[in-house]
């Protein structure tokens, strides 16, 4: 085995252990908290090791790079939970219903309405969980809806026929995250949700005290990620 996927292997044991602990901590049931690999500009070789250490559930941040790469995974491992984690286009709907199990960015009328177009012509062959993003911080240059707008959207999504799961966000770099986490926990209790994708590799901690059930890293556990190209 190559000191890659060596050191893909130790850091992978790490954040799960990392997480065991936070679990422990703040009162959390053990395995109660779902750890997503993020593995955008992660070449298929490069999420084997991952796979083959035991871990299965990845997330994504474009649709195209996902179609590229995770079928031919998928016949090796057809228990993957694949989650769509970054901005997606409405245009790009058909194609992350059939592709993900997960999609985390529900963010707009106009795209809530193309994926429950796309959701009934799969007839319940794929019905991807649907989680709505919220932008804590109301960052213009982030998606995801106003906290003050959350509670109408997400009422304007059932009315749509999309069953929502949960919510994600990701508070801005600049804040201190907790009280962005503490936020989102409060509009998915009062909404009667129960999953919070929230914390990255930097302050997931943070993000297991205050509920969060699924936490997005990426670099820990890859290392430094190359420069997409536009």
Same mark, same amino acid.
């Given at each position: 085995?190559?000191?890659? #996927?060596?050191?893909?292997?130790?850091?992978?044991?790490?954040?799960?252990?990392?997480? %065991?602990?936070?679990?422990?901590?703040?009162?959390?049931?053990? $395995?109660?908290?779902?750890?997503?690999?993020?593995?955008?500009?992660?070449?298929? !070789? $490069?999420?084997?090791?991952? &796979?083959? @250490?035991?871990?299965?559930?990845? $997330? !994504?941040?474009?649709?195209?790079?996902?179609k590229e790469k995770w079928p031919g995974l998928r016949e090796r491992?057809?228990?993957?939970?694949?989650?769509?984690?970054?901005?997606?286009? %409405?245009?790009?709907?058909?194609?992350?219903?059939?592709?993900?199990?997960?999609?985390?960015?529900?963010?707009?009328?106009?795209? @809530?309405?193309? &994926?429950?177009?796309?959701?009934?012509?799969?007839?319940?062959?794929?019905?991807?969980?649907?989680?709505?993003?919220?932008?804590t911080g109301e960052e213009p240059q982030k998606g995801g809806v @106003?906290?003050?707008?959350?509670?109408?959207?997400?009422?304007? =999504?059932?009315?749509?026929?999309? !069953?929502?799961?949960?919510?994600? =966000?990701?508070?801005?770099?600049?804040?201190?995250? %907790?009280?962005?986490?503490?936020?989102? #926990?409060?509009?998915?209790?009062?909404?009667?949700?129960?999953? &919070?994708?929230?914390?990255?590799?930097?302050?997931?901690?943070?993000?297991?005290?205050?509920?969060?059930?699924?936490?997005?890293? $990426?670099?820990?556990?890859?290392?430094?990620?190359?420069?997409?190209?536009?």
């Open positions: 085995m190559s000191d890659t #996927a060596n050191n893909l292997r130790k850091n992978l044991a790490e954040i799960q252990a990392a997480i %065991s602990r936070a679990e422990a901590d703040y009162g959390r049931a053990p $395995g109660s908290v779902q750890l997503v690999a993020v593995s955008k500009t992660v070449p298929p !070789e $490069g999420i084997l090791p991952a &796979l083959e @250490a035991g871990q299965r559930v990845f $997330g !994504e941040n474009y649709v195209q790079e996902a491992f057809p228990d993957v939970e694949l989650h769509m984690i970054g901005p997606l286009q %409405s245009n790009k709907a058909r194609d992350a219903v059939r592709l993900f199990d997960v999609i985390e960015t529900v963010d707009r009328l106009s795209l @809530a309405s193309e &994926l429950a177009k796309e959701i009934a012509k799969a007839a319940g062959a794929r019905r991807p969980r649907l989680l709505v993003q919220v932008n @106003a906290p003050s707008d959350a509670d109408a959207f997400l009422l304007a =999504c059932r009315e749509r026929g999309l !069953e929502i799961v949960g919510l994600m =966000c990701i508070p801005p770099a600049d804040q201190p995250p %907790s009280p962005h986490f503490g936020l989102l #926990a409060k509009i998915a209790a009062r909404n009667g949700l129960k999953t &919070l994708s929230m914390g990255m590799s930097a302050d997931f901690d943070a993000a297991i005290q205050l509920g969060a059930t699924h936490v997005r890293v $990426g670099t820990a556990i890859f290392g430094a990620r190359p420069a997409r190209a536009a």
